[in-house]
């Protein structure tokens, strides 16, 4: 099946700062989106790109599909930004999302 | 409020025991499914189900019952309640089933099993 990868796995910010968190496929997909899940538990989602760039504030996300990889970009990040990134495509076979392990955020005031 | 509600939110059990987490949405869609979240393992398909009257397994779908009698309801049973499966649980939704556009998920339910 598809495997997904995330990278980092961590990360900690100074508030203010902008990062940038990548998801690699292994496979051809035409579904990707990126979920934050805050400290809180609940599961938000962020962009369905399964390719080209969307900005939302912020958060922008770039999937290339022939290369099998997105990015997800944050700017001047905030406290509440902190918790997991979940990269998630589309399987197919069972109409699930396969999820990535996740990039774990903490943004420090 | 529009969207997936899960209940309850926090649950303890005996190994051993059974119960039902329940799931409702109220979106129209047809596509839902269950999740458990485990520490480093990321979020795992246990059942999903495309329509009302039709349930399938995902990757993890042992010691877990599913039905679907209606679009909104899709509940998920423990049959014997085991320490592995202590997790967080999570019940989503999707109005297209192909592209899992618009993807929303419960606030999920905390469950330990003792």
């Known amino acids: 099946g598809i495997q997904v990868e995330q990278s980092p796995p961590d990360l900690i910010l100074q508030e203010g700062a902008n990062s940038t968190l990548r998801c690699n496929f292994s496979?051809?997909?035409?579904?990707l989106q990126w979920f934050h899940q805050n400290p809180w538990g609940q599961l938000i989602n962020l962009f369905y790109i399964p390719s080209g760039t969307k900005q939302n504030g912020r958060l922008s996300a770039t999937t290339v599909a022939t290369e099998r990889y997105s990015l997800l970009y944050i700017s001047s990040s905030q406290t509440t930004d902190s918790g997991v990134y979940f990269c998630a495509v589309y399987g197919g076979s069972q109409g699930n999302l396969i999820f990535g392990k996740g990039t774990k955020l903490s943004v420090k005031p | 409020n529009a969207g997936v509600t899960q209940t309850p939110k926090f649950q303890v059990l005996k190994t051993g025991q059974s119960m039902t987490l329940q799931c409702a949405q109220d979106m129209n869609h047809e596509y839902m499914s269950w999740y458990r979240q485990d520490p480093g393992m990321g979020l795992r398909l246990i059942h999903y189900?495309?329509?009302?009257?039709?349930?399938d397994q995902g990757e993890v779908p042992n010691g877990y019952n599913v039905s679907r009698s209606t679009t909104e309801d899709f509940p998920l049973r423990l049959l014997s309640a085991a320490p592995s499966q202590t997790s967080v649980y999570f019940c989503?939704?999707?109005?297209?089933?192909?592209?899992?556009?618009?993807?929303?998920f419960g606030s999920g339910t905390r469950l330990t099993v003792v």
């Open positions: 496979d051809s997909v035409n579904n």
């Open positions: 989503a939704s999707s109005s297209d089933y192909w592209t899992n556009y618009g993807y929303t």
């Open positions: 189900s495309v329509g009302a009257g039709i349930t």
